[in-house]
């Protein structure tokens, strides 16, 4: 599994009637991975996970893993709110063609270390497949620090990566104080990704990304390669749109923006809604002035 550069964290393609779309998802992985990607996260947050059953998040990953072949690794969600769903979902995707795992707290339930490393930890042994844990306390209330992460990684080899989305850049170093290269860290907030690869960050779990993937992989390379001209100046056009990752309406704004660049539809499953008055109002001014002013 390549735990680096940039992987799109997917929207699940949905058709009007709710059911998933699966030769367009097709499609959109295979312009993900076109695109200079090295990877895809299936059923995560902004897969609408919390609106998939099981079974339609194991034909999702399969779909994924059909479209791109051995071009890239397919990384399944695992937002599951019991351990025991979490650790079937690991087993099945791994049958299904999955690489890797991207491993949630059971955010429902959101309690004391002991049982968040509990559940970690289960999932971690009941598979052989690498592992990324998907640090977000923002949204999920659970918080791994630096120290327990670490303390994770000493115990689980094929523990791989971490996704941190606390939005605190000083997160990156502090896990690297502790484990060196033994984990890579990655960046799961789209607005933070240029402080957080100059921090040492070595991957990007993009949300934008499934609207904008040359520029997603352009930004990251400038960020990466030091090249802080380029890299400034397309993140100046870019962030405006990268901050609606960062909101409770992430999904219905990046599907948005997806169908309005000609490569999704809009639609998304109950209790979210399609966009409308202010929310409405934002995604298209926000779009129409990055359209009106591409970077030169």
Request: charged share 20%.
């Amino acid at each position: 599994m390549n735990w680096t550069g940039v992987i799109p964290a997917l929207t699940t393609n949905l058709r009007a009637s709710g059911a998933v779309d699966h030769p367009a998802l097709a499609r959109h992985c295979r312009w993900m991975i076109d695109s200079g990607c090295t990877g895809l996260v299936c059923c995560g947050s902004l897969g609408e996970a919390a609106t998939l059953t099981f079974e339609e998040k194991i034909a999702v990953a399969a779909t994924c893993v059909k479209a791109v072949g051995r071009r890239a690794p397919v990384v399944l969600g695992l937002a599951s709110l019991s351990t025991e769903e979490a650790v079937a979902l690991a087993k099945a995707g791994a049958k299904a063609g999955c690489e890797g795992l991207m491993i949630l707290p059971p955010y429902v339930y959101s309690t004391d270390w002991r049982e968040m490393k509990a559940h970690v930890s289960t999932v971690l042994k009941s598979t052989s497949l690498d592992g990324m844990l998907y640090n977000n306390p923002p949204a999920y209330k659970t918080d791994f620090t630096p120290v327990q992460i670490a303390e994770l990684a000493a115990e689980h080899p094929n523990l791989k990566a971490v996704k941190e989305s606390s939005g605190d850049t000083r997160r990156v170093t502090a896990i690297q104080a502790l484990v060196g290269n033994r984990l890579r860290v990655l960046v799961g907030m789209d607005d933070a990704i240029v402080e957080g690869t100059y921090a040492g960050a070595v991957g990007w779990i993009a949300g934008l990304v499934n609207a904008f993937p040359a520029e997603s992989v352009a930004l990251f390379d400038y960020a990466s390669r030091g090249d802080k001209a380029r890299a400034a100046a397309l993140y100046a056009w870019f962030l405006p749109l990268l901050r609606l990752d960062t909101v409770p309406k992430f999904v219905q704004y990046i599907k948005w923006i997806q169908a309005e660049v000609g490569r999704g539809t809009p639609f998304v499953r109950a209790p979210r809604l399609p966009l409308a008055g202010e929310d409405l109002a934002l995604a298209k001014s926000t779009l129409s002035e990055a359209l009106a002013n591409p970077v030169k």
